[in-house]
Structure formats: structure tokens, C-alpha cells
């Protein structure tokens, strides 16, 4: 099919995805990362991507640390939140901001987004209202938010099973854009990312998507973000090489960016989107990252993993490098981190109204989107269950009174 | 009207949806160039192009999952799996993705997928190949699940599969593919609601139930009951997500005895829906219990002895000889 009529794949001469597996020459497993802002808050230098960090304006570093903390508050008031018994889960991101605030700025609005369930920040970015995101976790909704307005996905639990999705969603811009080029038409060129992690690197549909998207030359940026822990399972019982690795053996670019450096995973991001973009096909980001808190609210970290990793990691905190860089630059003042600080509570304080007032919806409702169209036994068992309740009617305005 | 098999019937139907429907096309694998191992897309690949007719890697999360995607994107792909007991590695995609897009977005989303299984056993192949997994499909809610068992029901069917708005899971009783029949292209006649069971043969002493593979059979049987001085009545199902019980039931008021037939196991099976169905509807009509003739509890025996495990017309006429001593 389409490997014949779309595109041939193939790797372009920036050498990505020829790095050496880890361990090679140095041992150190982060070795070929790609790093720009190192954890001292100083710039290095990249032959690839410090002309995609030159694009980015003052303003945009103090929003990418606005985005930052603002999700990192607005992940502290979910768990307090959980904690109180106002949802039934939470899943933390603390540590994974740069991750998915840089890939998420660096998606344009005609990109669609499939994320998994951690994605807090990648929503933030895509203008989702966190609150909405919330009704997932409080137990009022299997999804939340209107995908098609954001072009952000809902979440899913299923692990993998998105990464299929965002490629065969990929593999319709292709016709989409094939049809519109016939048409004369102008329209800005569009890309998928999938968002999945360490863990989900093991299931199949993972290894199905990229051999789809190869196949294919699906313009989707796979976007790993390793935060080193899938619940309690380390991802070296998952891979027995670097994740980005992987992508060498389905024939398209890997790259690992350091996770928590924002400049750099938004850098490679761009990159890798406009790479598909262009119909040069898939690339595989590996961002090397860690989950500081636990996996869910439900799990207890403490029970499989070291506190010193935990506080090694804590000295890698995106926040803190990007802050340091820019009050070293002189780009932000007290003033403006302050201001960061006072968003930050606002945003908590209306997710917790927002939250406390998101109501359980009627039963009723959940009868209406089985089907798109209207299908007979659904309307049988509405109609018994509506005939059941009115059996109560009585009862209750007997017992309270009314 | 013209006289075609089942797989041609569907070959023309998958054509004139390529045709009316830009937004539509096929994936799955082996469907390109040599046109499905049953043949059932011969030809449409030469027709409509490779980005309509997707040859797929051998991967059916793979087909499924891309499937759902490209619907998200506004496309109508309809996928074939190769063989009935090869869907498993696409069930995850089917049951816990595919099925529940539309309600957990509170009707957001869409996702007009259809996925064509052959399904069935009598044509002496190995192990997975002879396989029926309806019931299992059946519990998930969101899916619709539809069966032909004539050429002119393929060809309307699959055209109405394609334009559901809902996922639609297209069983092909594949040892029937080369049943011929006459088909209306102009037409659909009763067939234009595919949601709806069709009574094929009117009688009044009992009623069977089939569906797919085994409608052929069960006319059969009403015929043989005939020379006995049994008037039958024989119902089509052809949906068996929904069933649509007030034709069966209406049948059942009418005769007060209810065979249904299918191949797969009996137990838990669609079989023990509509008997249990048509107990609480019908059930001071009935005059005897109602019987199912099915597989067993094993999985599908091997092809020398699958005669012995596929429902006949001898298992038929012995359950009606139960039915109809009561």
C-alpha cells in the first residue's frame, strides 16, 4: 500500500538514531542524552538543537517555568485533594514538568495529541480545563474534556493502546494532506504524538505501532517518557537496552533528551515534529526522566525503591534549573517568580471549588452513549430501570417527609 | 436481479462502499494483491488503490488499533481478520477500546469501524480456523454484531455495516462463501434494516432459530419435518447484537416451541439469551422448554471429527422431536 504511494521512510543526515547502545564506551547509560540546560542552570551546546533553543524568546522560557509550576501546584492540590476523599485517585507527575511541558509547547494547534493518563502538563498546555480532567479521578466520568477541541485525546488506562491509535490517526492526516495537496490546498501541515512510558514500552501494541508507522511512514512523534519506575517494577526489567534505542530496529530516528530539562526536550520535540511533518515518518523520543512521587496515591514507593535515588533525581528538578538560568540571565525577577507563585495558588484554589461542586452524573446518562444510534435493548433496559425507580417515588417521600 | 456467491456478494458490496464513500477503506492482511485468502476483496485493490485497499502487517492489535485511529480522523476502515480464532490478539482493541470510544466520551467521539471476521467450521481446516466467538463479542456493550447468511444479505449488510455509525463486528460464514443466491443491487427490500430478524419460512408447530452458517441447515430440517407432517417455522437472526426478540417472539406466540441452533458452545452462549429472553416474554405460550443445539464444551475439534461437533440436520429434527413431545 501506502509504503509504495506515501513517502519511503527513511533516517535523515543528522545521525539520529546511530547512537551506540548504553553502556558502550562510557558505561554511563545517559551518556549520548541530549542535554542543553544542565541541573547548574548553565546553556551547553548541541551541533543539532541549539538552533532550535535560539528560536525561543524570553518570554516563552518564563512561560515554559509559569507552565512548570503551575502544574506541579496544580498536582499538589489533586493529591491533597485525593487525600481528602474528593477523588478516588490521583496519578502524580511531580518530576516529569519539563517533560511534557516542553514536548507539549512544542506541538503546534493543528497536532493531535493522544496522551496516557499522567499527561497533566501536556493538557495544561493544550488548553484543557484542569478541572474537566478531574472528573476522571473523582469517579463522574470516563473521560472529561472534549477531545476535538484541543486536539487532546482522552486519557487512556489500557496501557499502549493509544500509541495504535495515534497512528492510524496519523496515517488519515497523510491521506487527509494527500487529498488537500491534489486540492491545491494550504493548509498547515499536522503531526500526532503519543505519549507512553517505560512500562507501556512492553506491551505489544507499542511494538505493533512502530512497525505500523514505519510501515507506513506515519507522520507520529512517539514520545517515551521513562520516568524509571512502572509502579514497582524498574525499567531495567522492561528493556535490556536504552529505550530510544529501539527505534533503530523499525528503521526510524531515536533520540534521548534529558527529561528534565525543558529547553532541550522542547528542542528535540520540534525537531522530531517537524521531521514528521515534512513526511520524513516516525521518531521515537526517549525522555529520561523520574516519577518523584509514587505512581499513583495508591502506591507506597517506599516499599521498592532507595530515598537516596529519590533525592539524586531531586537534584535533577526542572524547576529549579530553569529558575536558576533564568535569574542568572537577568530574563526574570523576584517579582515575576513571585507572581508564578500567586497563579499557582489561584489555579489550586479553583480546582478545589471547581472540584468540590462537580456533581456525579444522573445514572440515566449513562444509558445514552452506549451507542451513537439507537439500539433496542438499551432502550428496554432504560425503560425498566426508569420504571423500577418510579417504584421508589413513594417510599421516599414517605421516609423524608416531602 | 443477479445470481452471485456469498464472498462475491460481499466483494460487491465492499465496492460500491469504496465507491459511495470516499471516506472508506480496507485493511487487514493478504487483502491487496491476492485478494484475502478467501477472495472476498479480489480485485478492489487494482480499483480503488493502496491507500483504500491497506495491505496491513500481520498484526491484528495492529489492524484493529490503526483502525480506530484513522475513525477518529473521519475515516470508515473496515478490517478484515484472517480467520475467526485470530481475532484474540485484536480483542483488547475491540472490547476495551473500540466498544467503549462513543460513551466515554459522552458522545464526543465516533468510531464507524468494521471488522469482518469468517467465522465457523465444516470446511475441514486446522486448529484456529474453524472458530465461533459471536458470544463473546455479544457481551461487550458498544459493539453491533451482524451475520448474513444469503448472498443478497451480504451484499446490502456489509454496505450498512460501513455506514453505522457505531462499531459494527461483520461475522462471514466462511463455509458458505460459496453459496450462490440471487441479489438485487437495486434494492434492498427487507433487507434495509439489518438490526432485524426475517422469517424464511412460515409454520406452526415450532420455530427455529439460526443464524449465519447454520440458517441453510435449519431449513433444511423444517423440510425434512415437513414430510413428517411438521410445519416449522425458521428465523434468520442475522443480528445478533441486538436480537431482535419481538420477531422471535411473536413466532414462539404463535408456535409454542423454540429451537435455536448455532455453532458455537452452547453454554453461555447467544442460544441461552434467547431462550432466557423468550421465557420472560413468552413464557405462558410455550409449550415445552426451550432447546438449544450447539457445539460442546471443548474447543473446536479436530477437522476428522468436527461432524460430530457441528449441529446437523439429524440434531435439529432430534431436538424438535423433544420439543414437540412435551
Redo the contacts between chains.
Keep these: ?6 513517502p519511503t521512510p527513511g533516517i535523515n543526515g543528522t545521525g539520529l538514531g546511530q547512537q551506540s547502545p548504553a553502556g558502550g564506551a562510557s558505561g554511563d547509560p545517559a551518556a549520548e542524552m541530549i542535554q542543553l540546560l544542565g541541573p547548574d542552570g548553565k546553556l551547553g551546546t548541541d551541533p543539532v538543537f541549539s538552533d532550535y533553543a535560539k528560536r525561543l524568546d524570553p518570554e516563552q522560557l518564563r512561560g515554559f517555568y509559569a507552565d512548570m509550576a503551575k502544574v506541579r501546584r496544580f498536582d499538589q492540590e489533586a493529591t491533597a485533594l485525593q487525600r481528602q476523599g474528593e477523588l478516588a485517585l490521583w496519578v502524580p507527575l511531580t518530576g516529569q514538568e519539563a517533560a511534557q511541558i516542553g514536548s507539549g509547547r512544542a506541538t503546534q494547534r493543528q497536532d493531535y495529541i493522544f496522551p496516557t493518563y499522567r499527561e497533566h502538563g501536556v493538557a495544561l498546555t493544550r488548553d484543557v480545563d484542569l478541572a474537566e480532567l478531574l472528573k476522571l479521578f473523582r469517579g463522574i ?3 472529561g474534556w ?3 477541541e484541543n486536539n487532546f ?2 486519557y ?1 488506562l ?1 496501557l499502549a ?1 493509544q ?11 497523510q ?2 494532506q ?1 487529498l488537500a495537496e491534489a486540492n491545491g490546498s494550504n493548509d498547515p501541515k499536522a503531526a500526532v504524538v503519543a505519549y507512553f512510558g517505560d512500562g507501556a514500552s512492553s506491551e ?2 507499542v511494538h ?2 512502530m ?2 508507522a514505519a ?1 507506513y511512514n506515519a507522520p507520529v512523534v512517539f514520545f517515551c517518557q521513562n520516568n524509571h519506575w512502572a509502579i514497582s517494577v524498574p525499567t531495567e526489567v522492561q528493556t535490556k537496552v536504552p529505550l530510544f534505542n529501539r527505534a533503530k530496529g523499525y528503521g526510524f530516528p531515536g533520540i534521548r533528551v534529558d527529561g528534565n530539562d525543558v529547553i532541550a526536550v522542547h528542542a528535540v520535540t520540534e525537531w522530531a515534529l517537524e521531521h514528521a511533518r515534512e513526511g520524513r515518518g516516525p521518531v521515537l523520543i526517549e525522555a529520561y526522566t523520574y516519577r518523584v512521587g509514587a505512581h499513583t496515591t495508591a502506591d507506597d514507593p517506599t516499599k521498592y525503591r532507595e530515598s537516596a535515588e529519590e533525592t539524586a533525581w531531586r537534584g535533577k528538578d526542572p524547576l529549579d534549573r530553569l529558575e536558576k538560568y533564568l535569574r542568572n540571565e537577568g530574563l526574570a525577577d523576584e517579582a515575576f517568580f513571585e507572581q508564578v507563585r500567586a497563579d499557582g495558588d489561584k489555579l489550586a484554589a479553583h480546582v478545589r471549588s471547581t472540584t468540590q461542586n462537580l456533581r456525579g452524573p444522573n445514572f440515566r446518562e ?1 444509558f ?6 439507537p ?4 432502550a428496554e433496559e432504560l425503560a425498566w430501570f426508569e420504571e423500577y425507580s418510579a417504584g421508589f417515588e413513594g417510599d421516599e417521600e414517605e421516609g423524608t417527609g416531602n | 436481479m443477479t445470481t452471485m456467491t456469498i464472498a462475491k456478494a460481499i466483494n460487491e458490496g465492499l465496492r460500491a462502499s469504496l465507491t459511495n464513500n470516499p471516506k472508506s477503506l480496507l485493511m487487514g492482511e493478504d487483502i491487496g494483491p491476492l485478494g484475502g485468502v478467501y477472495r472476498v476483496t479480489d480485485g478492489l485493490i487494482r480499483e480503488f488503490g493502496a491507500d483504500r485497499v491497506v495491505d496491513t502487517p500481520l498484526a491484528e492489535s495492529g489492524i484493529v488499533g490503526t483502525a480506530i485511529g484513522l475513525a477518529l480522523r473521519g475515516y470508515r476502515p473496515v478490517c478484515e481478520i484472517q480467520f475467526d480464532g485470530f481475532v484474540f490478539p485484536g480483542f483488547n482493541q475491540i472490547t476495551t477500546q473500540l466498544a467503549k470510544m462513543h460513551s466515554r466520551s459522552g458522545g464526543k467521539l465516533t468510531v464507524p469501524v468494521v471488522i469482518r471476521i469468517p467465522y465457523g467450521g465444516g470446511i475441514g481446516s486446522i486448529e484456529h480456523h474453524s472458530e465461533s466467538p459471536e458470544a463473546l463479542f455479544a457481551h461487550t456493550a458498544g459493539l453491533r454484531i451482524i451475520t448474513p447468511s444469503n448472498a443478497h444479505d451480504a451484499y446490502w449488510m456489509i454496505q450498512q455495516a460501513v455506514d453505522c455509525t457505531d462499531p459494527v463486528i461483520f461475522f462471514e460464514p466462511k463455509r458458505r462463501y460459496w453459496l450462490k443466491g440471487e441479489v438485487d443491487i437495486e434494492n434492498p427490500g427487507p433487507a434495509s434494516d439489518p438490526f432485524q430478524a426475517h422469517v424464511l419460512r412460515e409454520g406452526s408447530d415450532a420455530t427455529i432459530v439460526a443464524y449465519g452458517p447454520l440458517v441453510p441447515v435449519a431449513l433444511a430440517a423444517a423440510a425434512a419435518a415437513e414430510e413428517d407432517g411438521r410445519s416449522i417455522e425458521v428465523i434468520d437472526l442475522r443480528s445478533i447484537s441486538p436480537i431482535d426478540f419481538d420477531t422471535v417472539t411473536a413466532s414462539v406466540k404463535k408456535t409454542g416451541r423454540l429451537i435455536v441452533a448455532h455453532e458455537a458452545p452452547t453454554f453461555g452462549g447467544i442460544g441461552g439469551e434467547i431462550a432466557a429472553r423468550i421465557s420472560e416474554r413468552a413464557f405462558l405460550h410455550l409449550e415445552a422448554p426451550v432447546i438449544r443445539v450447539g457445539g460442546f464444551h471443548m474447543p473446536y475439534p479436530v477437522a476428522k471429527v468436527e461432524e460430530d461437533y457441528l449441529p446437523d440436520i439429524d440434531k435439529i429434527l432430534e431436538a424438535l422431536d423433544r420439543s414437540l413431545a412435551y
Excluded at chain 1, 375 to 378: A, I, K, S, T
Design positions: 500500500m501506502g509504503a509504495t504511494e506515501l466520568s470516563n473521560g472534549d477531545p476535538t485525546h482522552l487512556t489500557v493502546a500509541t495504535l491509535h495515534s497512528v492510524g490517526y496519523a496515517m488519515g492526516i491521506r487527509d494527500k505489544g501494541d505493533e505501532s512497525v505500523f510501515s449513562s445514552a452513549g452506549v451507542y451513537a444510534e439500539h433496542p435493548l438499551v
